[in-house]
């Protein structure tokens, strides 16, 4: 069964400078939720890696963040879709650990849970550090341009070097343009 791994803030819901702390903050991007039901009806196995500092920064318990991965679990089965697992950083940006995006600790641990190779899959975000680790770990890095999507796509395009690096990157306007066209190469 083909892997499909998305980020969380920004992908699948609306991103906040505030940090989303609780339900009432998870608000979901139009189509998203419909996205991961194609593509989990179609055979993809959806994992979600995201960085979740916080939790680190004690902005918001592990249990909101249950809580709102709970809440995106129950709408995605409502329309008949699942998500293979959630994982997730709770560390703040500083500690030095193996799993906050860029590094790969969260693709080793979806590996590791699902018994399936990542390697290959692919792997959609809306921020550099989403597409480092993508790379890095040897997945599909692909770019949307909803939450910080924008701006990523500006910042590699003024750094003629990184876009350099980046010039085959698939964009696209969202998660559910992204669905599509991976459900397309099926």
């Known amino acids: 069964m083909a892997l499909v791994i998305l ?12 940090f989303v702390r609780s339900v009432d903050d998870w608000v979901p991007i139009p189509g998203s939720i419909e996205a991961i039901v194609d593509l989990s009806r179609s055979g993809y ?20 963040l249950e809580a709102i991965h709970a809440r995106l679990c129950q709408m995605v089965e409502a ?11 709770p560390h703040a940006p500083g500690e030095g650990c193996a799993c906050r995006k860029p590094a790969t600790g969260l ?7 699902l018994g399936e190779s990542a390697a290959g899959a692919a792997f959609i975000g809306d921020s550099l550090r989403d597409l480092q680790a993508a790379r890095a770990f040897g997945c ?12 990523t796509l500006a910042a590699l395009a003024s750094d003629g070097m990184h876009m350099a690096a980046w010039e085959t990157l698939p964009v696209f306007d969202d998660l559910a343009a992204a669905a599509r066209s991976i459900l397309q190469e099926r």
Do not use: M, P, W
């Open 140 to 151: 599909r890095a692909v770019l949307v341009r909803t939450g910080k999507g924008r701006a």
């Open 45 to 64: 196995r959806v994992a979600i890696a995201t960085n979740q500092s916080g939790v680190g920064r004690g902005l918001f318990s592990l249990d909101d």
């Open 107 to 113: 693709l080793h641990a979806i590996e590791d849970a």
């Open 79 to 89: 329309k008949g879709g699942t998500i293979a697992g959630i994982f997730y950083c």
């Open 7 to 18: 980020d969380r803030d920004g992908v699948i819901n609306k991103e906040s400078d505030d």
